[in-house]
């Protein structure tokens, strides 16, 4: 019952939150999508609301992300981006990059389909330049033109909101992750959200197409 606009102030608080709780669980690598490449097409106002909770997020919050030794990598195209955004992207990035607690990854302006494209597009330079011989085009080579290849795959994968769709988030990287479904909607994400999360994910066996079985833990 309450406007979009604090529906997205109080999803930024729930970010926070997950933040902190990633770190207290041992979680070493965290996504977020913060703004997909579908989200251009909502209306001006929701898309301008949407970039100043980003650019309010960096201005409060990067200096505690530093001081806590979290690195900030960002995923997703630049190209096109307000010239603003794109500069306080590239400060989140470089002023933690040395940092080595929980990797906070940001997916900005993040689409997974194109992101395999333009992994697609990259290759394809190279085998033309004749750098790359498309013969030897492997799972591995793909994922080498990826946005961030030294990242690891995410073993879970949280949907809030009671929607059961991937909405073109990490399409190559979560061909093997867990998916846990949560009804509740992402501003009353909490701790106890992503221990419950946590938990059925540690309660599963995961054979990654092969018959041994691994616990989720």
């Known amino acids: 019952g309450l406007p979009r606009a604090e529906g997205r102030r109080r999803g930024v608080e729930a970010l926070r939150r997950a933040i902190r709780a990633a770190g207290d669980l041992g979680v070493r690598c965290l996504t977020v999508y913060s703004f997909s490449s579908e989200n251009w097409s909502r209306p001006q106002d929701e898309v301008s609301d949407l970039m100043n909770l980003l650019r309010l997020f ?9 001081k806590a030794g979290v690195p900030s990598p960002v ?3 630049r190209a096109g981006l307000p010239s603003d955004i794109a ?3 590239e400060e989140a990035e470089s002023t933690t990059r040395a940092n080595t607690a929980l990797t906070l990854v940001v997916a900005f302006n993040y689409g997974g389909r194109q992101e395999i494209a333009a992994a697609a597009r990259a290759i394809a330079r190279e085998a033309a330049a004749g750098r790359l011989d498309p ?3 492997d799972v591995e080579t793909v994922a080498r033109h990826l946005h961030a290849p030294d990242l690891p795959d995410p073993d879970l994968v949280i949907r809030t909101s009671g929607e059961q769709r991937v909405s073109n988030f990490l399409l190559w990287q ?5 998916y846990v479904f949560l009804p509740i909607h992402w501003p ?4 106890a959200a992503f221990e419950s999360a946590l938990e059925s994910y540690n309660a599963r066996q995961r054979r990654f197409g092969g ?3 691994r616990t989720g833990a």
């Not at 979560?174 to 867990?178: L, N, T």
């Open 87 to 89: 500069a306080l992207l």
């Open 75 to 77: 995923i997703g195209e």
């Open 211 to 213: 018959r041994a079985e």
């Open 174 to 178: 979560s061909a093997y992750a867990e």
């Open 58 to 66: 960096v201005r409060r919050d990067l200096a505690e992300l530093r």
């Open 135 to 137: 013969e030897t085009v």
């Open 188 to 191: 009353d994400f909490d701790r």
